[in-house]
């Protein structure tokens, strides 16, 4: 069975309140296919949220709690 993967992203600005849990952002992918890493797609993702959040100072991205990155 596929993994699912779900990445947490709470985006930080300068000047603002930090984020209420409601307002954490969550990133989810059905799983490994076609061959590809789980690596592979968790920097994928990475990339996406870096592309969506590209005005905010600080991007923090977990899974299942644990800091992946800060970007």
Same mark, same amino acid.
């Given at each position: 069975?596929? /993994? +699912?993967?779900?990445?947490?992203?709470?985006?930080? /600005?300068i000047g603002e309140m930090y984020p209420?849990?409601? /307002?954490?952002? @969550?990133? =989810?992918?059905?799983? $490994?296919?076609?061959?590809?890493?789980?690596?592979?797609?968790?920097? @994928?993702?990475?990339? +996406?949220?870096? +592309? =969506?959040? +590209?005005?905010c100072k600080a991007i923090i991205v $977990?899974?299942?709690?644990?800091?992946?990155?800060? $970007?």
């Amino acid at each position: 069975m596929e /993994e +699912e993967i779900i990445l947490e992203v709470i985006p930080i /600005e300068i000047g603002e309140m930090y984020p209420s849990k409601e /307002e954490h952002w @969550y990133f =989810k992918n059905d799983g $490994l296919k076609n061959g590809a890493s789980r690596e592979f797609l968790i920097d @994928y993702m990475k990339q +996406e949220i870096k +592309e =969506k959040f +590209e005005d905010c100072k600080a991007i923090i991205v $977990l899974e299942k709690g644990k800091v992946l990155d800060i $970007l």
